[in-house]
């Protein structure tokens, strides 16, 4: 929980001259159909996404009485090198608002929200070959007290350490966790981990037979080869039936 007594060295914006980070601010350029520099996962550019974003945490903000985003997208901010600490939390806002705010808190302008793919790109890492590194060209970032403010960085601002909305059925998991695979920093997760962690037949699998903790009565059944799981489970409590073709097989489920 954070403390409200430590004051703010910074003014906090009156409703009048806050002004609101519009599509044009969240995604400039947005209506060019030049791509940005290096690899970047594949994006309409429709500023919708940020948008949506960037409201979602205006609101979020607003119900923990916290004050609204600061649009400083007009001034770049320089001077960050590949020493100063840049946690970037990638894809929905809300998920990780306590972590930023925390975060903020702690290390003020360390923790940096990405809420576009536009927002970032990644480039051929100069220190680790194959792998690639994320660059900030803009971003939410988080200070004391609950201010954030709406930023861009000249030149890009390097990630440090990266985590984000990775889970598969996320609308934001499918551009996170392309812009987070094969970084040359450490990440909080990938889109194949958290499918993993969120598969319950998997995880019990895991549980019952390679740590041999009790798991619910389970009976499964699997479509196709599923290669991740073992051919029969040796776990207490846990059984598989394979279907190769749900037409048909009435009868073989209504027998398990």
Known sequence: ??????????????????????????????????????????HSGDPECATHAYERLQS????????????????PRTGFGPLDVTVCILGCPTAF???????????PDAMVLCLS???ASRVPSETSPGAWTLL???GVSFKVGGHSALETFVPPRRANYVTGTFAPGD???GWAGELARDLDCPTGGSVPLA?????????????????????????????????DLPAQPAAPGVR?????????????VQEE
């Open 97 to 107: 608002l306590p972590v930023l705010l925390e975060g903020g808190t702690r290390c």
């Open 117 to 119: 793919p536009t927002w």
């Open 136 to 138: 900030l060209s803009r």
């Open 171 to 173: 609308p934001e998991g």
């Open 195 to 227: 499918r993993r962690l969120e598969d319950t037949l998997l995880a019990r699998c895991v549980l019952a037979a390679g740590a041999n903790l009790p798991v619910p009565p389970t009976l499964a059944f699997v479509l196709g080869a599923r290669g």
């Open 240 to 252: 598989l039936v394979r279907l190769e073709d749900p037409q048909g097989q009435q009868s073989l």
């Open 1 to 42: 929980q954070l403390s409200t007594s430590r004051p703010s060295p910074e003014r906090v914006p009156s409703p009048e001259e806050q002004e609101w980070a519009g599509p044009e601010a969240l995604c400039p350029g947005w209506l060019e159909d030049e791509a940005p520099d290096g690899e970047a996962p594949g």
């Open 60 to 75: 979020a903000l607003g119900q923990e009485g916290l004050p609204p985003t600061l649009d400083c997208s007009a001034e």
